[in-house]
């Protein structure tokens, strides 16, 4: 567990529910140990959902699904205020986090403090993380009342200069820096934290560590990176996988981790890539429950087109309903068997080989 986990577990541990609310988070809880020591296909209420608030986007980036034919299809609109507060109110005394991220701009939704509010006063432990491409106008101004209040605030980076700008396109990266410097700024004595995120592609894998060295320059604790995937991208073959296994991308992944030794004011984070990858690797069908802006729950975030597969819709059912419906849990069956649905088909967490760094 890296130190930014760490650090939002013990804050989760110190403001847990409390009253009769306490008692069932801890009934939830052991529901949660029943359900996985029986083996049983059924899920105790999540300890963590992420809620798409907003499926517009400014940017048309050549690593998100939406840019490919899934994300053409896909229902593109804002979740109503009054279901994401539903949502919470069903949720809340179990949740130990929420992401408000989805396929679209979080910042894009007007409502966001609001809904960022309403998290906290149930129990202001929840632990809430967004993602943002920090490219929306006026993003200072959006972003500053949410310093303090939301717990991680991750920047999509994905390269440097023209690699950035080649790869997130209708972004500049001047721009992005001059807001990452202001957000340093802002984010000082406060306990909101500052990540980067990053997806590594052919055009953007050599400058890895180049980015870990950016992010120590501009005091950015954090960098998570991940490899790009195929799931829902419906014009690249699986055979974009076999670059990760090249000595190019073997000698950019020791540099970084070089990089990553020298430079000892950065957390790196990365996929994992040196397991063995099949559906059982994946804790998709088990916790971290997307549900779209429409109200769908599909099978995870990497793919989350439900008019390609879903579960159901929440705001007609409620939450567990939709969680724990016959098709969910014949998905979740399908998990214990290790049979790979059709759905997941060029997934990273199935069809990537294990990469050797030696």
Known sequence: MNTRKIKK?????FHLPKGKFFWMYVANKARYFYYKLTHSAKVAYPATVMLELSSHCNLHCTTCPREYDYGKHMFKGYMPIENAKKIIDELWPYLDSIGLTGMGE?????DLEEVVDYIKSKNSGIIISLSTNAMVPDFIEKIRPLIGKVDTIQVSIDGLEDVYESIRLNAHFTTLDNHIKSLTQ???????VFMLNMVVTKENYMQMADVVTYSANRGIPYVNFTLFNLAAVTNESIGYYDFYHTPIFIDALKRLD???IETHLVEVTFWDFSSKNEFRKCVLPWT??????DGYVPPCCAKPFPKELNFGNVFEK????VLNNQSFMDFRQMW??????SFCEKCHY???????LS
């Not at 971290?288 to 802006?293: K, S």
Request: proline share 9%; charged share 30%.
């Open 9 to 13: 577990a013990i804050k989760r541990l």
């Open 106 to 110: 979080t910042l894009l939704y007007k």
């Open 186 to 192: 802002l984010f000082v004595q406060t306990d909101t």
């Open 258 to 260: 070089k990089k990553r």
């Open 288 to 293: 971290h429950f997307p549900i779209c802006a």
């Open 318 to 321: 409620g939450v567990m309903p």
């Open 336 to 341: 214990r068997k290790n049979t790979t649905p």
């Open 350 to 356: 199935v069809d990537l080989k294990p990469i050797e």
